[in-house]
């Protein structure tokens, strides 16, 4: 599994934001439907009806971001080494992303946590915005998308690549 721009690829399977576990939120992207996972979303939106796909309260990555990751990293590192079998602090829930997904009927928010610790770059952010976009104009491109992201995922090995690549691999989605 890895993380490109906005989007988690686990095997075959694309998400907008971390891949949830348990109830937790969600977006999944399917060939057929944005799906909303997790307690209180739990929805399927055919493609044929989405109009389009926005993303906000994507956290940006800054200095003072990335300083803050790593020191919540080190303190809970820290607490759970000092406490017998853990505190449980370190399990902090990641800060929530919203994915409007625009129909005939009305534009539905979707909630699905962040994955990246410090935040996105502004690179990542804007290609992947252009892509989620790009998914909305019609079936061939959804398909031919999606089906390159999900390759990808498959034949991918050894986690997350590089800013530099992620952003390549964005544009290359994007046409």
């Given at each position: 599994m890895?993380?490109?721009?906005?989007?988690?690829?686990?095997?075959?399977?694309?998400?907008?934001?971390?891949?949830?576990?348990?109830?937790?939120?969600?977006?999944?992207?399917?060939?057929?439907?944005?799906?909303?996972?997790?307690?209180?979303?739990?929805?399927l939106?055919?493609?044929?009806?989405?109009?389009?796909?926005?993303?906000?309260?994507?956290?940006?990555?800054?200095?003072?971001?990335?300083?803050?990751?790593?020191?919540d990293?080190?303190?809970?590192?820290?607490?759970?080494?000092?406490?017998?079998?853990?505190?449980?602090?370190?399990?902090?829930?990641?800060?929530?992303?919203?994915?409007?997904?625009?129909?005939?009927?009305?534009?539905?928010?979707?909630?699905?946590?962040?994955?990246?610790?410090?935040?996105?770059?502004?690179?990542?952010?804007?290609?992947?915005?252009?892509?989620?976009?790009?998914?909305?104009?019609?079936?061939?491109?959804?398909?031919?998308?999606?089906?390159?992201?999900?390759?990808?995922?498959?034949?991918?090995?050894?986690?997350?690549?590089?800013?530099?690549?992620?952003?390549?691999?964005?544009?290359?989605?994007?046409?």
């Amino acid at each position: 599994m890895a993380m490109v721009g906005l989007f988690w690829i686990a095997e075959g399977d694309v998400y907008v934001g971390a891949k949830p576990s348990g109830h937790g939120p969600g977006v999944r992207l399917t060939p057929e439907a944005v799906v909303g996972l997790g307690d209180g979303q739990s929805r399927l939106h055919l493609w044929e009806d989405v109009r389009d796909l926005t993303v906000s309260d994507v956290p940006v990555r800054t200095l003072m971001r990335q300083v803050e990751a790593v020191k919540d990293l080190a303190i809970g590192t820290v607490l759970e080494l000092a406490m017998a079998g853990g505190t449980g602090l370190g399990g902090e829930v990641p800060p929530l992303m919203r994915v409007g997904v625009e129909s005939p009927d009305g534009v539905h928010e979707l909630a699905a946590y962040v994955a990246a610790a410090a935040g996105y770059s502004q690179n990542e952010t804007e290609l992947s915005r252009a892509l989620l976009s790009r998914l909305t104009e019609g079936q061939a491109t959804l398909e031919t998308t999606l089906a390159t992201m999900a390759r990808w995922g498959r034949t991918h090995e050894g986690g997350t690549p590089r800013r530099s690549e992620r952003e390549e691999l964005l544009r290359e989605w994007l046409g």
